[in-house]
């Protein structure tokens, strides 16, 4: 039912007096009509009941219930709010007679003018001035402050009916007797507000105690309106009672003006909590979408913290084609979400901002700051990991190098020592002449000296295998193996060589007859022949470089040594002429030969031999040397490709960089203008993209030609990488930024002249044009705009525009902050007295009344969070709307 509290408040004496009196003046002849007298007893009783019940009483018998003035008293303190005095509990007439007097001089104090009613009347239950006294009553607190377009009273609830059934048929409101007999206009006035309850076309107007009845029993049914008269009473009378009707019609009347603030109500909290649901929808996509970031950095960095290394080049390679993919492929979406990530947090933080509400604290490990480390640690670990590769490939390919040169010189080691031990434990001289001897002592002289000059090939056999075991080569067991079998056998050479000598030279006493030249050229054919064997060596011999200089000078060193070959010829053709002397000297005298120098295995064909292949192996060596040099110009032409380019995108990015900070400095049109134009800029970036990828085409090529080093350019592709990424996010940031400004600029009012002037101000302050302020000259800022600011109040604004005491300012901490002084939201204050409308001035409210005022998903939203009601008037099904609604705006946990 109605409230008619602020009724009292409200009324003025002027011309409401003026009506009061006219309508006390009613006939009092007319009360005598049994059937107007019939309808008044009964209107009046029900309405009287309607409010005594929330006292918890009521009445049976209208004139007989207020003789003793109790009831009479209580009802008026329940339709005015206000104490009467003390009643008398005496049973004595005097007792009664005060009261009522204490009820009449309450009703006379509202200003209300009673005529020829006086308590001992209403004692003697006189049933005429009982009726008139209620309606004095009724139309003071129930119908003379109905105010309708600067009319009132009766007039005003008159206006109101004919405004609400204007548009149904068959009714017009003109009175309040005649006008409502068929039961249509009460329908129309409930349909009107409630369509829901009633069809109207399916009304008659010709079954109008059909109308009637239907209308009643909705009323009393979905309304809280009592049934105050039956449908026989208006239609079985030729005029129904005017007062009686006005008294039902203004119960409507309140009921659908309650509805009407109850709506309203309804209304704030259906925009709060959509402003709520929608925060903690951004609140969980948010979290949803940090966790799976961090759960991808998570995984991935102890992938790219693996350093556990391949055995072969292949592997290796394999290792680093697919850090490639993962590059091209799987971050580049990852950056997107982060960027997208920061993006979505700053606008949800705007919007809590302008709603009023706490800024959202994401939960522990997913703030933006706790994302950006795990990313900065990601980027670590992939540089560590790309550095690493690229070692380790060096490595292998240095391994792969040293192995296949350890097994040339091992080969060539053990072809030569093939037969040496067989050769060193003969006994041949121990049947031989002196000259045969000599010979062999010679001989073995001239293998001593051969195997001196194999020491520099052993020590360098040696070295390699011990820089394969170093560098960890996987093989490294069989390369030990051999190694140890090359030293071992070559320590059985020494100790056969130095016994064979001693026994040698035991018969060298009883041995002579020497041919020196044999010795001659044994001593000049063994060096000789282990220099060409050297240079064969050295001419197969495999080589690997970087650069061109490294090329060049294999090139310069090959080129010193062809310009020793024509001495090296000579020394052939000397040695050569060693055996034809001996041939001379033989045919000379007349001497056979064996053919057999008895002092070297080295022939004149072997040294011609030789020689030939030496002669062979230098074009071949050249060729292989232009090939590399020309590998080594392609390789620095890719260096010069890269270079050109980069040292074009890089100070391109710079320069978009800095241009992006002037942008977001300076303003420059409007923010929407501001807005297409760096969206314009964002595109003119975006377009911009495949200049990256070029480049990381041509960087593609350069690690697959494995370039290590680029002398011609500052710029690595991570730098171009990394500073392209922070260009993107730059902007995205920037676009961000203005629309959030947007944001603020629509919700809080806030015109295109304020938003310059806020940021003229912030730029004359911002000394270091960096678009944040410290702390000291924003205080001059608030002082530069009137604020006198003590050093607690200025500590309070700090906190406010500053929440993580980085101690600086943004623009858009400063625009909020000057928005928030200047304009109005929505408050837990107001939140919690809609709510108070809604539960009927209750202190609580229940599920059911949640149901009914607002819509279903809003309603099952509160009742999920509304703690129950624990106070002194609690009922069961209580809820309480006060924490839920300071909740609402961060003062309590919700």
């Known amino acids: 039912m109605v409230d008619y509290h602020a009724a009292n408040n409200q009324y003025s004496s002027g011309g409401a007096q003026t009506y009061m009196e006219q309508e006390n003046d009613w006939d009092r002849d007319l009360l005598l009509d049994p059937a107007w007298e019939k309808q008044q007893r009964k209107t009046f009783t029900a309405w009287c009941n309607s409010h005594l019940r929330k006292a918890g009483t009521q009445i049976e018998n209208i004139e007989e219930d207020f003789r003793d003035g109790l009831k009479l008293m209580l009802l008026l303190e329940v339709i005015s709010g206000e104490r009467l005095p003390k009643p008398e509990r005496g049973k004595m007439r005097v007792h009664k007679i005060n009261n009522v007097n204490k009820a009449l001089d309450f009703i006379a104090s509202k200003g209300v003018k009673l005529v020829s009613i006086g308590a001992e009347e209403i004692v003697d239950g006189n049933a005429k001035m009982t009726l008139g006294m209620i309606w004095t009553i009724i139309l003071r607190f129930a119908i003379q402050d109905i105010s309708v377009e600067e009319t009132s009273a009766k007039e005003g609830l008159l206006l109101w009916c004919q405004r609400k059934t204007a548009p ?12 409502w007999k068929d039961g249509l206009a009460f329908n129309a006035l409930i349909h009107r507000h409630r369509p829901e309850l009633i069809d109207y076309d399916k009304l008659r107007k010709d079954d109008p105690v059909t109308n009637l009845n239907n209308a009643f029993e909705v009323a009393e049914k979905y309304l809280d309106i009592p049934k105050m008269l039956d449908a026989e009473d208006i239609v079985n009378t030729a005029r129904p009672d005017e007062k009686a009707i006005m008294t039902y019609v203004s119960s409507f009347y309140h009921a659908f003006s309650g509805a009407q603030k109850a709506e309203t109500a309804a209304n704030r909290i259906c925009k709060v909590l959509a402003v709520n649901q929608e925060n903690e929808h951004l609140m969980q996509d948010y979290e949803s979408l940090a966790s799976a970031l961090l759960e991808w950095i998570r995984r991935t960095i102890p992938w790219l913290e693996n350093r556990n290394p391949e055995k072969t080049m292949s592997e290796m390679q394999q290792k680093l084609e697919d850090f490639r993919d993962y590059r091209r492929v799987h971050k580049p979406p990852k950056v997107q979400e982060k960027c997208q990530l920061e993006i979505n947090f700053n606008t949800l933080q705007t919007k809590l901002r302008l709603g009023g509400r706490p800024a959202f604290m994401p939960s522990e490990g997913h703030m933006v700051a706790d994302i950006n480390r795990a990313w900065h640690t990601l980027e670590g670990a992939e540089k560590g990991y790309e550095e690493w590769l690229l070692n380790e490939i060096r490595r292998l390919e240095r391994l792969d190098h040293l192995a296949e040169k350890f097994r040339q010189k091992a080969s060539i080691h053990e072809s030569w020592t093939d037969g040496k031990e067989a050769m060193l434990t003969q006994k041949d001289y121990e049947t031989a002449t002196l000259s045969e001897v000599k010979a062999l002592l010679r001989k073995h ?24 075991n170093e560098l960890d080569y996987y093989d490294s067991p069989s390369v030990n193996a051999r190694c140890q079998k090359i030293c071992d056998q070559w320590d059985c050479l020494g100790a056969l060589t130095q016994s064979r000598r001693e026994s040698l030279q035991k018969t060298e006493k009883v041995l002579e007859s020497i041919d020196e030249l044999y ?24 080589f690997i470089v970087h650069n061109i200089e490294e090329i060049q000078s294999l090139i310069h060193a090959h080129e010193q040594f062809k310009s020793t070959l024509p001495d090296a010829n000579r020394e052939r053709e000397a040695i050569q002429a060693f055996h034809s002397e001996v041939q001379k000297i033989a045919q000379h005298n007349g001497i056979k030969l064996s053919g057999i120098n008895p002092y070297t295995t080295i022939t004149p064909q072997s040294i011609d031999s030789k020689w030939e292949q030496a002669q062979q192996l230098v074009p071949q060596r050249d060729q292989a040397l232009q090939e590399e040099l020309r590998k080594q110009q392609s390789h620095d032409n890719l260096r010069r490709n890269f270079a050109e380019q980069a040292n074009v995108v890089g100070p391109w990015i710079q320069n978009k960089m800095e241009e992006i900070g002037t942008i977001s400095i300076e303003m420059i049109g409007t923010l929407e203008d501001q807005l297409t134009n760096l969206k314009e800029y964002e595109r003119s970036i975006v377009d ?17 030609a494995l370039i290590f080093d680029n002398v011609y350019t500052a710029y690595s592709m991570e730098h171009i990488r990394v500073g392209w990424e922070q260009l993107l996010t730059t902007i995205a940031r920037t676009i961000n930024e203005i629309e959030n400004q947007i944001l603020t600029r629509d919700a809080k009012g806030i015109s295109q002249e304020e938003l310059y002037e806020y940021r003229a101000s912030f730029n004359h302050f911002d000394k270091k044009r960096s678009g944040q302020m410290v702390s000291d000259d924003f205080r001059a800022l608030l002082i530069s705009t009137g604020n006198s600011l003590g050093d607690a109040e200025f500590a309070r604004i700090m906190g ?36 108070k409308i809604l539960a009927a001035d209750k202190n609580f409210i229940t599920a059911d009344e949640l149901r009914r005022e607002l819509p279903p998903d809003q309603a099952e939203y509160c009742i999920a969070r509304m703690a129950p009601y624990t106070g002194p008037d609690a009922v069961p099904g209580a809820l309480d709307y006060m924490s839920f609604s300071t909740a609402l705006y961060g003062e309590s946990d919700l």
């Open 168 to 179: 149904y048929k068959n009714v017009n409101v003109q009175n309040f007797h005649i006008s």
């Open 445 to 468: 002289q001239a293998f001593e000296s051969d195997l001196a000059a194999h020491q520099d090939r052993m020590e360098q056999i040696a070295a390699i295998a011990q820089e394969l």
């Open 519 to 542: 010795l001659e050229y044994a001593k000049r054919a063994a060096p000789f022949n282990n220099w060409m064997e050297s240079a064969m060596e050295d001419l197969q011999d495999m």
């Open 688 to 704: 911009y993209k495949p200049n990256i990828e070029q480049l990381e085409g041509v960087h593609q090529h350069i690690q697959e």
């Open 800 to 835: 406010i525009v500053d929440p993580n005491n980085t101690g600086t300012v943004t623009f858009q901490a400063f625009i909020d902050f000057m928005s928030r002084e200047t304009t109005d939201t929505d408050t837990a204050d107001q939140v919690i007295a809609s709510f």
